[in-house]
């Protein structure tokens, strides 16, 4: 899948999958919203209207309030890339989630996720 598909798809219909991952593994959607608010700023009112509106999921990182700049302190794999050397800005913050809540999912204790 080309990085634009990627950016155009819907935000509401993206992250209720990194939801239910999470909650196959124990976890919390609570927890899912904690993490993604921590990276973006959103709060989780902000998270609700989101999932209930139009966003694209390449807009919801490029309109966030606030990225953490301790974001890149994120490093690992995730689908066989290390999310450190990807090159495209906006692919590697939608990888900064996908490895916040791989890490979420494999028990990993809140506060060693959000550094």
């Not at 998270?47 to 302190?73: C, H, V």
Request: overall charge positive.
């Amino acid at each position: 899948m080309t990085n634009e598909k990627v950016f155009a798809m819907s935000f509401a219909r993206v992250y209720p999958m990194l939801i239910a991952k999470a909650e196959r593994k124990g976890r919390s959607r609570d927890e899912v919203h904690a993490v993604t608010a921590w990276l973006t700023g959103y709060s989780n009112g902000q998270l609700e209207e989101l999932l209930n509106s139009d966003i694209t999921y390449g807009d919801f990182f490029q309109n966030a309030p606030a990225m953490n700049p301790a974001r890149k302190k994120i490093t690992g794999s995730v689908c066989g890339v290390k999310v450190e050397t990807i090159e495209d800005p906006l692919m590697r913050e939608i990888r900064y989630l996908d490895k916040l809540v791989d890490e979420l999912a494999k028990g990993k204790p809140m506060e060693k996720i959000m550094r």
